[in-house]
């Protein structure tokens, strides 16, 4: 499987700075696995990751949205794609040589039939490539900073819950806990990785309220931006910002985000 590079400019084409930030470290992260076989995307969402990471086809992308999905089919990064559920998937046992799943763990409700799955799915030696959050996620927050700073805990840990609700994220873990569900479900860990750092967090979270025009784009259009051809003109300036904070600060350190690659043996 070959992949592409600059993910985080090609990303910035298509998403606000916000979420390129992110998805970009992911992409980084992905593109240096070994990737032989047949792939399925858990929770491909509109596709926007595929399209940036993968440089062909992959084999299968599911999500419950079907608007999404029909997002997905127009970027053209899946030789098929299905509506359903992560713990319910219409394919023969043992298929995938890899499966994937980005920042998608953390919404599900019931984890254990989705990992059961995945599973299920995974021919023997295949990996299951996770990314999801650590309980610093939404410590490493401006107002959960500025709250704790204060010395105002009791809000701080109020302001934890609203950040987790609003996000919907269920699941939020540190490490330790993140590998006790995943062998419990019968997969050994290869490698576990934390990412997207407290600065780097913190200037994401900074960049959230000026990406309220994408939100509202991606809910009336199923997509982030408008214009990209408006957008390649005054983008570049803060990529250049952003890669810039990225490089200087995104290392070996406590992350609000963590990285698995799993392995059915």
């Known amino acids: 499987m070959r992949f592409k590079n600059k993910f985080l400019l090609n990303y910035l084409k298509s998403a606000p700075l916000a979420l390129a930030i992110e998805r970009a470290i992911e992409c980084e992260m992905l593109s240096r696995q070994e990737v032989i076989g047949r792939i399925l995307d858990i929770g491909c969402g509109d596709g926007l990751l595929a399209f940036v990471l993968f440089d062909e086809k992959i084999d299968v992308g599911i999500d419950p949205n079907a608007r999404e999905l029909i997002r997905a089919k127009q970027y053209g990064k899946y030789n098929q794609l299905i509506q359903c559920h992560g713990s319910d998937i219409p394919v023969r046992s043992g298929s995938f040589n890899m499966i994937f799943s980005n920042s998608v763990l953390e919404h599900i409700r019931e984890l254990k039939p989705v990992l059961n799955e995945s599973y299920r799915l995974l021919a023997p ?109 005054y983008i570049y300036p803060f990529y250049l910002m952003v890669r810039s904070i990225m490089k200087r600060y995104e290392s070996n350190q406590k992350g609000g985000l963590i990285f698995f690659s799993l392995v059915k043996e």
């Open 125 to 233: 030696g295949g990996r299951f490539l996770v990314t999801v959050p650590t309980d610093m996620f939404e410590e490493f927050t401006v107002i959960y900073q500025i709250l704790y700073g204060l010395g105002l805990e009791t809000l701080s840990e109020k302001y934890r819950k609203v950040f987790n609700n609003f996000w919907r994220q269920i699941h939020h873990y540190r490490r330790e806990e993140w590998e006790k569900i995943f062998r419990a479900a019968g997969f050994n860990i290869v490698e576990s990785k934390e990412y997207k750092s407290k600065i780097v967090c913190l200037v994401s979270d900074l960049l959230v309220p000026f990406a309220l025009p994408s939100f509202i784009a991606k809910k009336l259009f199923s997509r982030w931006i408008i214009s990209k051809s408006l957008r390649k003109i």
